[in-house]
């Protein structure tokens, strides 16, 4: 059974000191069912892609919570979390759901709240996606995790410190004309690198910042979009997901991410495409060293390569492999629970033609999306209509 | 800390820690484990550990969580010990300027806030 996309929107990513995760999530599925002819008692499932509302809102349950917020009282309901992939995972699952006949309409939602909190709380927070005894008892942060693997990765590829802020650079720039962006402003490279220590070689630019916001994708059977007379704005191909060891230290390797070339491998398969079918791709930059990594396990390079993307333009929105057309999580804004849903937002505007950053003739996208340090991994293949 | 963590760190302190070998595919690994993660085998043993290692890779952490307000910058270290297993620490009697990737640490422990044990790394002498 075909698992298609009906609508899916997103709200602007950035700071809502005055909201809350229910008040976004329910935004977000206002715009979605703006788009659609499917109603809220339509939904046969609510999933929601979550991470931290129980430590930073003291709110947990958080999927039936939303259902009800989003007018499907009654439909089944779950959170769903694997760190900064919760909203990939949810997103897998409603595609799942669908294929195996058990539900009809999904909504696959994520939000985050996470500004309401000071940064030391926050960085807090985001530790819970690493191994708490191994890696955080030892005062090794999030950022601390990528800084090592940063480090390891310039080593062994003898990458110059200025290659990695690239990736920034470029991503800012596709920020600049998103409206749903966080940040819209051009940075240089002196800028990323002259830009605050967060843990070495990783400064405060080369990172995602802080950021509320929700996504929300409808997904629904081909059967039932076909009986309803549905226009649909974009086909799941397929998906790909794995795991790996959650602490860094017990990985086979720390400078290529393994997980996501397997979730890569499976999602290919499954989407009978290759690397060389992809037209446009967002993938889980939430530092510069992730985006280069992704490039390499997704096979648009070979390893060490990867840097040569954002450095000659490869992966510019005019570039032969266009990736992070909204931003990415550097410059579009990283609500942790949300991201995998909106980087499927983001996909389906650039397959209907409607993307600020449109890329021409884009047919095939790709949704990569890393929970943690490289722990688990969705890799998802959309095609046009 | 769990009680594990506890015993894992007592016996670095006390010079005789150990880590746990799969008898059915050889693979390494750190406790508490009940399967190896390599092959599933529930066949694992305790082996000693060398207190020896090179480094793989390290950082300067200059905003950190709230257990270690105050400490910033401090120096992680991740090193691969003589045996294959890799463990997290901070650096010692050392700052990120004298290592390099490559270079030989010696393992240790501490107290820290007069609870929990931190993992230690010093550069070797020889």
Known sequence: MGTKIASAASTTYGKHPNSSSRELLSEAAVKAFDETDISPGDLDAVYIGNFMGGLIEDQGHIGALMADHVGAREAASVRIESAC?????????????????????????????????????VTDALANAADDVYENEQGLTF???????????????????????????????HA?????????????????VESKPVATPITLYDACPVSDGASVAIVVSDTFAADH??????????????SDALALQDRAAISRTPAAERAAERAYENASVTADDIDVAEVHDCFTIAEIL????????????????????????DGHIPVN?????????????????????????????????????????????????GASTTVTILGGE | MPAWFDAFTDAIASGDQQYLVCETCGHGTLPPRQLCPACGSTELTQEPLSERGEILSFTEI???????????????????????????????????????????????????????????FQQAED
Request: with cysteine.
């Open chain 1, 294 to 317: 992704a490039l390499e396990a997704l096979s648009f390079y070979e390893r060490g390569e990867g840097t040569r993307g954002a450095v000659e333009g490869e992966t510019a929105a």
């Open chain 1, 176 to 192: 600049v004309d998103n409206p749903l962006a966080q940040f819209r402003k051009e940075l240089s490279v002196r800028e990323v």
């Open chain 1, 85 to 121: 992939v919760s909203g990939g995972a949810t997103f897998c699952q409603a595609v799942q759901a669908v294929e195996s006949g058990d539900a009809d309409v999904v909504l696959a939602g994520g939000v985050e709240m996470m500004s309401t909190t000071d940064i030391e709380h």
């Open chain 1, 229 to 242: 007379g549905l226009e649909t704005s974009a086909e799941v191909l397929g998906t790909g997901q794995s």
């Open chain 2, 62 to 120: 200059s905003v950190t969580i709230p257990k270690f307000h105050g400490e910033t910058p401090y120096t992680v270290v991740l090193a691969e010990l003589d045996e294959g297993v890799s463990l997290t620490g901070q650096l010692r009697d050392a700052t990120p300027d004298d290592i390099a990737i490559g270079d030989k640490v010696v393992l240790g422990t501490e107290p820290h806030d007069n609870e929990t044990a931190l993992i230690t």
């Open chain 1, 143 to 173: 950022p601390g995790i990528y800084a090592l693997m940063a480090r390891r990765y310039m080593h062994e590829f003898d990458v110059m410190r200025e290659d990695l802020a690239a990736v920034s650079v470029k991503n800012h720039r």
């Open chain 1, 325 to 373: 057309t909204s931003g990415g999580l550097i410059g579009k804004g990283h609500p942790v629970g949300a991201t995998g849903i909106g980087q499927i937002v983001e996909l389906t505007k650039q397959l209907e033609g409607r993307h600020p950053n449109q890329v021409s003739e884009a047919e095939v996208a790709l949704a990569h999306n890393v929970g943690g340090s």
